[in-house]
């Protein structure tokens, strides 16, 4: 621009532009205060672009400013203003905006109405996106495409498919963007053969689809989908030239994985030229479902360090929860040191973890240690440690800490009382556990599940009281499941009642009759009386059912041999 001509609204408006492209914070301000110092008037064209850089820039109470000291509005200032309140989280500033706008008079457009509904859904406000439906339905805007998705899009994130799917049908043009509601609502709500169906009928009327609808028929697939569907998925999405976005083949790998085809995720993630954190979670997050863990998963985890993926609390949560449940202290402390090196602070999710981590280990001092370390605890991180103590026989420590948990001022949950009455039927701490069981229904309200039941009657059944568990479960509200039954009849054979074992034994068969260990408690029971008949006969009954029961193993963790996670490749 010549140096003597002066600059025009234009110029601004396009500097401003680039600002909010460039996400360049410090030079819109720098714009905008050249335009106060040098005296440019200015018009509701340029404040409305400085008002939706404010926005952009998520620095709301400018962009309030701005707008508050306007002289003329137009639509399109108000439209940015309900919008620039949803982009920064403000939702009902948006609607009571939208409120003062047509107070004014101002009839909105179709960008208000989105903006508008984004802010009913984001703050759960149902009736007053309906309110705001009445508008568009008696307004000029009531056939726009965008509006009608927009409205899809309200209902369905509402949970109410029904109406989305009839302002769907009612429909006389649809878009890629109304499909892709219609079919990622019915995914996110898990009626995959709604999604699968609203998928085929898109392309059968001509519709090809993008990215977004294809990972949302994924997302279906993986919530209650067959590996056909997924299979038929993956084929249009080879054929549609898709294949090298990255979500989608993480999404892909999800829903293999989830269909229960771990070694097909694994093959597509293998075949990736730029693995990322998106599919690495994914087959991690396979490997933990199917509970499989040789030497392909021990090549995934060390592919976490020769890739130097950029790790995040999710990925690193999920491998130490793996690391528990195959309770490898070897993993799980290299694991750690993954945690203290690439995160810059542990969130109470990690932490939680390393607990859980550390105490299905056996390691209850770094579990307390990790415990310790916890900022801000909460129900989960108590909970936790409760648990490791129980498992490993520290009854009274589980007991001191749900005590400490009370003063703190956390409510216990249901879960809390499971691990506690699991620790006491452990380590025979009968008064205890009933305390607890008391102090859980009328203390705290919670109605104790088929699980807690079974734990007190296994601290009765552990301290000999046969009867009084027994009594119990005829007594209690709930229909007594297998647990419970091979409680009383794992007791039984302990101190040697044969008729009440007989009788557990009898109900577990009802329960479960192909569970060869049913028959092998109850043959216990009569061979530790002497009755070596009647264990004979039981022995014969399982041998005619051709039930044979699962050989019991050890898990053995060389001490010298390492396995080396964090080695540089």
């Known amino acids: ?29 720098q714009v905008h205060g050249n335009i106060i110092t040098s005296g440019f008037p200015s018009n509701v064209h340029l404040s409305t672009k400085l008002l939706v850089f404010y926005a952009k820039c998520m620095t709301l109470r400018s962009a309030r400013k701005v707008f508050d000291e306007m002289r003329e ?32 008079g101002v009839k909105a457009n179709q960008f208000t109405y989105g903006s508008v509904l984004r802010a009913c859904t984001s703050s759960r406000c149902f009736n007053a996106g309906v309110q705001v439906q009445g508008c568009v339905e008696k307004g000029r ?22 109406d989305a799917d009839r302002l769907f049908e009612r429909m006389t043009d649809r878009d890629i963007v109304s499909w892709n509601t219609m079919i990622g609502g019915y995914a996110v709500h898990g009626v995959v053969a709604n999604s699968f169906r609203l998928f085929c009928l898109m392309m059968r009327e001509g519709m090809a689809p993008d990215c977004f609808t294809l990972g949302s028929v994924l997302q279906a697939c993986a919530a209650g989908g067959t590996l056909l569907q997924v299979s038929q998925v993956h084929k249009f999405i080879v054929e549609w030239g898709f294949l090298y976005y990255k979500d989608l083949t993480g999404s892909l790998i999800d829903a293999y994985a989830k269909c229960g085809s771990v070694q097909t995720a694994h093959h597509l993630y293998r075949s990736m030229a730029e693995k990322d954190l998106i599919s690495y979670t994914a087959l991690v997050n396979a490997y933990a479902r199917e509970g499989k863990y040789g ?21 690193l949560c999920s491998i130490l929860h793996i690391c528990a449940d195959i309770a490898s202290l070897i993993l799980g402390r290299q694991i750690h040191v993954l945690v203290l090196k690439r995160l810059a602070s542990k969130d109470v ?9 550390y105490g299905k280990c056996g390691e209850i001092k770094d579990a307390t240690h990790a415990f310790a370390e916890i900022q801000v605890k909460n129900v989960i991180s108590w909970t936790s440690l409760i648990a490791a103590c129980g498992r490993h026989g520290f009854g009274d420590e589980a007991v001191a800490l749900y005590r400490q948990m009370e003063n ?8 809390t009382f499971l691990s506690l009455l699991s620790a006491c039927s452990h380590s025979g701490l009968t008064g205890e556990g009933w305390h607890c069981f008391t102090n859980m229904i009328r203390k705290y309200g919670i109605v104790p599940r088929a699980e807690h039941f079974s734990c007190l009657v296994d601290l009765s059944a552990r301290s000999g009281q046969l009867e009084e568990a027994y009594k119990m479960i005829q007594e209690m509200d709930i229909e007594p ?30 329960l479960d ?3 060869c260990t049913n028959y092998v408690l109850l043959a216990s029971v009569y061979a530790e009386t002497g009755a070596w008949e009647y264990a004979q006969d039981t022995w014969s009954c399982t041998n005619k059912m051709g039930l044979k029961k699962d050989p019991g193993y050890s898990l053995l963790l060389p001490t010298k041999k390492r396995i080396a996670l964090l080695q540089h490749c």
Not at 483 to 506: D, E, H, M, Q, V
């Open 1 to 29: 621009m010549h140096p003597n001509r002066p600059f025009d609204h234009s110029f601004y408006m396009k500097i401003l532009q680039l600002c909010i492209a460039k996400n360049a914070f410090s030079c819109g301000r």
């Open 73 to 104: 509005r137009s639509v399109v200032s108000w439209s940015a203003m309900v919008s620039g309140c949803c982009q920064n989280g403000h939702f009902e500033d948006a609607l009571s905006t939208f409120v003062e706008m047509r107070r004014e």
């Open 141 to 162: 805007l009531a056939g726009n495409l965008f509006v009608q998705s927009a409205l899809i899009d309200f209902h369905s994130k509402c949970g109410k498919m029904e």
């Open 295 to 315: 030497n392909e998963f021990l090549d995934v985890l060390k592919e976490l360090v020769c890739m130097q993926l950029e790790v995040d609390d999710i990925i």
């Open 349 to 357: 999710a990690i932490g939680n973890a390393l607990v859980n981590m």
């Open 408 to 415: 703190k001022g956390l409510r216990p949950n249901d879960v």
């Open 481 to 510: 499941n297998a647990s419970l039954w091979a409680s009383i009849l794992g007791a039984c054979r302990i101190y040697g009642n044969t008729s009440l074992g007989k009788i557990a034994a009898r109900h577990l068969v009802g």
């Open 513 to 515: 009759p192909k569970n």
